[in-house]
């Protein structure tokens, strides 16, 4: 009689889960059937060179990441280079999103109402869902980024190995993640309490992701002439983010820097990885002569990058939405958005306090393990993102981990352990 009641208690939350994954998909397909966005900037270029791999042009021309357009292209060369390919294509990862999730729910020490409460918020999140309308890279970094999690909470043989290979098609998406292996090493410093073997798990994934990524910047390297890494856009993010023009911590146009380098003949006549060193150059010494200024552009790029829900213009570009409308729905979905990271960072600040404490006191044997995942991925973009741009899109990976840190803060204020609100 016990066992039949677990088997149907099991039953139910496995459909309970397969409702609100199916309710997700069908808003994720209504909203690309009746807001038809059209690719423009960033997305537009991803979307041309996707096209131009999958007709056997060359892989772009090193200025930045190409993994998102190299896969794209790939399903475009089987299945044709239509939008519409590239929407459903955006439907499948957010259906994988949706698998990864709950499978990385089952492995966290939170209670079963939790993971549901987690869950649904995730796969509800508007985001999530306007997101199935654009060509933007975060839907397939952050399709791999939660698959290193699942492997890393996972008893699988190799899995740093595993890791290693992800991390390097996810730097191919976006470069800073080559750093992942840094994260990985403070986890495991910590959680294991073993700074041998977690030194030795960091560098397999370091040394695996730079095999894997090699053949790569092999390629640019004989394309440029010289060694380049995976992109050549790194210097010019920097360099146009910190400035004495830049007033918003967001993008601006490399012309409109007072004297700038882009103007020069000497950056004209260069190739791309000279002009990445030119730039980057120049950043890095403004950023010395103004230390003051660059925490306070860092600070604004943070409060876009998690505070504001900017993203959902591009969801609705080029579509018959309403100027009202779009403006109706950033306004909303940035205070939701505001709302779960706002509380998220706040619980991620006094968990820090208490990580530190504990191992001072404890060696960190009582610190939650998922969480200090979630933490260290958070300080990670944190750091990244303090640095260079800020952006809503940027933040969009880290969506799963703040609602977690969202629902696992009121838990812990309302006094709710394992059966969760």
């Given at each position: 009689?016990?066992?039949?009641?677990?088997?149907?208690?099991?039953?139910?939350?496995?459909?309970?889960?397969?409702?609100?994954?199916?309710?997700?998909?069908?808003?994720?397909?209504?909203?690309?059937?009746?807001?038809?966005?059209?690719?423009?900037?960033?997305?537009?270029?991803?979307?041309?060179?996707?096209?131009?791999?999958?007709?056997?042009?060359?892989?772009?021309?090193?200025?930045?990441?190409?993994?998102?357009?190299?896969?794209?292209?790939g399903i475009f060369k089987i299945f044709g280079d239509s939008l519409l390919v590239a929407k459903i294509f955006n439907l499948v990862l957010i259906t994988l999103n949706y698998y990864l999730v709950y499978s990385i729910l089952y492995k966290l020490d939170i209670g079963e109402k939790s993971k549901r409460i987690i869950f649904t918020i995730f796969a509800l999140f508007p985001l999530n869902i306007m997101y199935s309308s654009i060509l933007a890279t975060e839907p397939l970094f952050t399709t791999i980024l939660l698959l290193i999690t699942n492997i890393y909470f996972s008893e699988v043989k190799f899995k740093y190995v595993y890791i290693g290979i992800l991390t390097a098609l996810n730097a191919m998406v976006k470069p800073f993640f080559i750093i992942f292996f840094f994260a990985i090493l403070?986890?495991?410093?910590?959680?294991?309490?073993?700074?041998?073997?977690?030194?030795?798990?960091?560098?397999?994934?370091?040394?695996?992701?730079?095999?894997?990524?090699?053949?790569?910047?092999?390629?640019?390297?004989?394309?440029?002439?010289?060694?380049?890494?995976?992109?050549?856009?790194?210097?010019?993010?920097?360099?146009?983010?910190?400035?004495?023009?830049?007033?918003?911590?967001?993008?601006?146009?490399?012309?409109?820097?007072?004297?700038?380098?882009?103007?020069?003949?000497?950056?004209?006549?260069?190739?791309?990885?000279?002009?990445?060193?030119?730039?980057?150059?120049?950043?890095?010494?403004?950023?010395?002569?103004?230390?003051?200024?660059?925490?306070?552009?860092?600070?604004?790029?943070?409060?876009?990058?998690?505070?504001?829900?900017?993203?959902?213009?591009?969801?609705?570009?080029?579509?018959?939405?309403?100027?009202?409308?779009?403006?109706?729905?950033?306004?909303?979905?940035?205070?939701?958005?505001?709302?779960?990271?706002?509380?998220?960072?706040?619980?991620?600040?006094?968990?820090?306090?208490?990580?530190?404490?504990?191992?001072?006191?404890?060696?960190?044997?009582?610190?939650?393990?998922?969480?200090?995942?979630?933490?260290?991925?958070?300080?990670?973009?944190?750091?990244?993102?303090?640095?260079?741009?800020?952006?809503?899109?940027?933040?969009?990976?880290?969506?799963?981990?703040?609602?977690?840190?969202?629902?696992?803060?009121?838990?812990?204020?309302?006094?709710?352990?394992?059966?969760?609100?």
């Amino acid at each position: 009689m016990l066992i039949k009641l677990e088997q149907d208690k099991k039953k139910y939350e496995k459909v309970y889960y397969l409702i609100i994954s199916l309710v997700g998909i069908l808003l994720s397909i209504l909203w690309c059937k009746f807001v038809k966005a059209e690719p423009f900037s960033d997305f537009k270029y991803y979307y041309e060179l996707a096209r131009n791999i999958s007709q056997g042009k060359p892989w772009g021309d090193t200025y930045t990441t190409v993994g998102y357009s190299i896969v794209l292209g790939g399903i475009f060369k089987i299945f044709g280079d239509s939008l519409l390919v590239a929407k459903i294509f955006n439907l499948v990862l957010i259906t994988l999103n949706y698998y990864l999730v709950y499978s990385i729910l089952y492995k966290l020490d939170i209670g079963e109402k939790s993971k549901r409460i987690i869950f649904t918020i995730f796969a509800l999140f508007p985001l999530n869902i306007m997101y199935s309308s654009i060509l933007a890279t975060e839907p397939l970094f952050t399709t791999i980024l939660l698959l290193i999690t699942n492997i890393y909470f996972s008893e699988v043989k190799f899995k740093y190995v595993y890791i290693g290979i992800l991390t390097a098609l996810n730097a191919m998406v976006k470069p800073f993640f080559i750093i992942f292996f840094f994260a990985i090493l403070i986890i495991d410093a910590i959680s294991e309490w073993n700074i041998k073997k977690a030194i030795i798990n960091s560098l397999t994934v370091l040394i695996v992701s730079l095999i894997s990524i090699s053949p790569w910047i092999y390629r640019n390297t004989k394309y440029v002439g010289e060694f380049t890494f995976i992109s050549n856009n790194g210097g010019i993010v920097l360099y146009i983010n910190n400035n004495s023009q830049n007033k918003t911590g967001m993008w601006m146009d490399v012309n409109n820097v007072e004297n700038s380098i882009a103007k020069t003949e000497e950056y004209k006549n260069a190739n791309m990885t000279q002009k990445n060193k030119m730039l980057s150059k120049a950043a890095k010494q403004w950023i010395k002569d103004n230390p003051k200024r660059f925490v306070q552009l860092g600070f604004l790029r943070l409060g876009v990058t998690y505070g504001l829900a900017d993203d959902t213009y591009y969801t609705t570009y080029g579509s018959n939405v309403s100027e009202t409308s779009k403006y109706n729905i950033c306004k909303s979905i940035t205070v939701v958005k505001a709302c779960i990271f706002l509380v998220g960072i706040i619980f991620t600040l006094l968990y820090s306090i208490y990580i530190i404490l504990d191992i001072l006191k404890h060696k960190g044997r009582n610190i939650d393990r998922g969480l200090l995942y979630t933490l260290v991925i958070f300080y990670m973009f944190t750091c990244v993102y303090f640095i260079t741009e800020g952006q809503g899109r940027y933040s969009f990976p880290l969506i799963f981990f703040m609602i977690y840190l969202f629902v696992t803060f009121i838990n812990r204020v309302f006094g709710f352990r394992r059966g969760g609100i």
